[in-house]
């Protein structure tokens, strides 16, 4: 069974720094696209950030670009989130997605359904 699980989250002062990581477990599988969303309370779970299998393409939020960072790493089926210059606005749960099927085209990387495994989320709290 394919899992995904995401670490790093916590409370952090606005202004400062965080770094989620996804790790892929299970049967071997190639995660074609593999994103970042969020959700916060009474919130629908809105894009965050996608990157290729390739790292080549990378898509980001218009809320988080030129703060936040998505990378990978193939060889340990990893993915990060370096998140800085957080903002309250930042407080969410964050969920890893993954793609298991072959490429899809960069525009649908912001769509929930471009994924078909998710992690469980980890919460990230930032304080004014």
């Known amino acids: 069974q394919v899992q995904l699980v995401e670490s790093g989250g916590g409370l952090v002062q606005a202004g400062g720094s965080l770094r989620l990581s996804c790790a892929a477990s299970?049967?071997?599988?190639?995660?074609?696209?593999m994103g970042w969303f969020r959700q916060a309370p009474g919130k629908e779970r809105e894009f965050v950030a996608a990157?290729?299998?390739?790292?080549?393409?990378?898509d980001y939020a218009d809320s988080v670009k030129g703060r936040f960072t998505i990378s990978r790493d193939n060889a340990k089926n990893t993915v990060h989130l370096q998140m800085n210059s957080v903002k309250p606005e930042d407080t969410a749960v964050y969920y890893c997605?993954?793609?298991?099927?072959?490429?899809?085209?960069?525009?649908?990387?912001?769509?929930?359904?471009?994924?078909?495994?998710w992690g469980q989320g980890t919460q990230v709290t930032v304080s004014s």
């Open positions: 299970g049967r071997t599988f190639r995660t074609y696209v």
């Open positions: 997605a993954g793609r298991t099927t072959p490429e899809t085209a960069y525009s649908y990387y912001k769509f929930r359904a471009t994924y078909d495994i």
């Open positions: 990157i290729s299998w390739s790292e080549v393409t990378t």
